[in-house]
T-cell receptor, first 117, second 113 residues
Framework: AQSVSQHNHHVILSEAASLELGCNYS??????LFWYVQYPGQHLQLLLK??????LVKGIKGFEAEFIKSKFSFNLRKPSVQWSDTAEYFC???????????????FGTGTRLQVTL | KAGVTQTPRYLIKTRGQQVTLSCSPI?????VSWYQQTPGQGLQFLFE???????NKGNFPGRFSGRQFSNSRSEMNVSTLELGDSALYLC????????????FGNGTRLTVT
């Protein structure tokens, strides 16, 4: 079975600091990879996705992630965080061949990011 | 464009009762998926419906069931509620293809007492 590991459970950064959140997955086949964000009191929103092609993926709000197949990783980065980035971030993986869809996701446990002024 | 709508937002039920949750997908989306979110287990996939048929299923007991109607709206039912069923239940919709990402609703917070 697939599994997703997010090693950082709680990260506290000052505004303007750089961010990197780790995500590793266990499945060795073709995968779809996602980062979702959940702002306080809001629903899960798609931050960025990787299906194929360029392993460096750019998402909304200045976020990007790099798929490194050899390391089974899909780390999320942002050069300069803002207070409004305070949220919980979830990495997710999908096996499109087995599921036939991108709907069956295995999520990591999430990383709570707190950005201080 | 309206997002995914889930009703009700909050529910309080007693152990042994059953509950039905409702989800209206984004217009044009034919796939509806359900997830359970708890502090201990995180986000876990329950099932996916596409064109009124269950296409994928997670590892939940048979007390958890769902259905999808011809207008793509979906319902999820939990019978014989247990305390451990207390959770945020999230519905997500998509076009249902292998490269169509999920769009989530705000969820229904179920509390079982």
């Amino acid at each position: 079975a697939q599994s997703v590991s997010q090693h950082n459970h709680h990260v506290i950064l000052s505004e303007a600091a750089s961010l990197e959140l780790g995500c590793n997955y266990s499945y060795g086949g073709t995968v779809n990879l996602f980062w979702y964000v959940q702002y306080p009191g809001q629903h899960l929103q798609l931050l960025l996705k990787y299906f194929s092609g360029d392993p460096l993926v750019k998402g909304i709000k200045g976020f990007e992630a790099e798929f490194i197949k050899s390391k089974f990783s899909f780390n999320l980065r942002k050069p300069s965080v803002q207070w409004s980035d305070t949220a919980e971030y979830f990495c997710a993986v999908n096996d499109p061949a087995r599921a036939g869809t991108a709907s069956k996701l295995t999520f990591g446990t999430g990383t709570r990011l707190q950005v201080t002024l | 464009k309206a997002g995914v709508t889930q009703t009700p937002r909050y529910l309080i039920k007693t152990r042994g009762q059953q509950v039905t949750l409702s989800c209206s997908p984004i217009s044009g989306h034919r796939s509806v998926s359900w997830y359970q979110q708890t502090p201990g287990q995180g986000l876990q996939f329950l099932f996916e419906y596409f064109s009124e048929t269950q296409r994928n299923k997670g590892n939940f007991p048979g007390r958890f069931s769902g259905r999808q109607f011809s207008n793509s709206r979906s319902e999820m039912n939990v019978s014989t509620l247990e305390l451990g069923d207390s959770a945020l239940y999230l519905c997500a919709s998509s076009f249902g293809t292998y490269n169509s990402p999920l769009h989530f609703g705000n969820g229904t917070r179920l509390t079982v007492t």
